[in-house]
């Protein structure tokens, strides 16, 4: 498939953008903070605090390190023949890398939604970009070896990925059609930075109805219909919104945009592929 390698480049990029986010948001930024792991370990299931921070802190770091090695990884599978005896050494570390990831991804959703939280109910669809990312370069192996895959497993890569896109803007477009409050904020607090034209909050939950609206509708287009433009509507939406974080809490919010990068680069991955395959 013509447009394998590209799509597989593009995702590995947001894989590893992903990873470098989380490791700023949990580990060294100005906002580092704690997941919602050390949340339900600590506050839900009782453990003891120094116990819930390791565990937290390791996830991060191990997160960070596969963020390396999908570098690594990357380049080597790249450079090397797929005959060479090391090859397959590198590419199933290349796909452990992902499959931690994805599970860490997994398992941060799922505390948040244990933790009973406003929309908790919605956190695994609303995340599903960032957890089937690294699954679905997995499937669809090594950056040079795309040609050797199966046309089936990269249907099958193209087709996670579609669902997961589908579902966190079917998520996130519920959480803007309820006017979610940090939603607000975030138009409220982007506009007094950059424009200052004065929105209230009763304009700005008649946007956000819209932007709920909309959102719902491109995914179910993108699902059933397999459409570039939903897809190519995804990225740029997808990108503010994660943009959006820096815009209005200033550059120390960079990890904040970094971990939503899969917002809009699955979607972009998606748009690749499927244009150079157009018939």
Known sequence: MLGSVPMLVCLRLVVVVQCVGLGGR???SSLETESDVYGWLYFDC???????QSIDNAGALMTLVAGGIFCLAGWLMWKMPSESRWFNVVRKLDQAAAGWVAVWMLLIAAAHMM???VFAELSLPEHAVRYVAPLALAVGGGVSVASCVSPARIRLAVMMLTVAASFTFAA?????YACYAPFIDLILLSEMQWTDIGFTQSTVEKMLVLIGVV???VAAVL???RSRVAAFYMVVWGLVTAASRMTALGIEAWPETLIRIANGGVPLAILIHWTLNRK
């Not at 009782?46 to 819930?52: D, K, R």
């Not at 996130?172 to 803007?176: F, I, L, S, V, W």
């Open 215 to 217: 959102d719902i509708l």
């Open 223 to 225: 699902l059933i219909m």
């Open 26 to 28: 949990y580990l060294f």
């Open 172 to 176: 996130h477009g519920y959480k803007a």
């Open 46 to 52: 009782h453990w003891s605090e120094s116990l819930a």
């Open 115 to 117: 933790r009973a939280a």
